[in-house]
């Protein structure tokens, strides 16, 4: 009778899956040579998850356009560089409230890179 154990696995892209063990390998050494099994779902991506997708890409683009439009307004300019202006990151952080960290993080880092490129 062969007992087959299979341990559950995390992959790095966070997809579940289970290590099958298949048989010792030859010798007095310990390992286990298997194979990983991979639970998949479908392929399509659920109808929800698409809608807040394309919600949080265009409100993402539009809080960094009105940032970009905002930035080009400044109050006072500094002797050694830099410059005040009025507001210039609010729609990114309130962008950041409305639809999390990750993608608030991501709309900084656009935006910075399009300052970036205009300065």
């Not at 929800?48 to 356009?65: D, V």
């Not at 930035?71 to 202006?85: F, K, V, W």
């Amino acid at each position: 009778m062969k007992l087959v154990v299979s341990f559950p696995v995390v992959l790095a892209d966070r997809r579940e899956a289970f290590y099958m063990p298949d048989k010792k390998l030859p010798g007095n050494k310990n390992f286990l040579e298997g194979i990983i099994v991979v639970k998949t779902n479908s392929s399509r991506m659920p109808m929800q998850n698409l809608f807040e997708t394309i919600l949080a890409t265009a409100g993402g683009g539009m809080a960094i356009a009105l940032s970009t439009a905002l930035s080009l307004y400044t109050l006072y300019r500094m002797p050694q560089g830099g410059s005040i202006t009025p507001a210039s990151m609010l729609p990114i952080v309130l962008y950041a409230i409305a639809f999390g960290p990750i993608w608030g993080t991501m709309a900084g880092i656009v935006h910075g890179l399009l300052q970036f490129v205009l300065a």
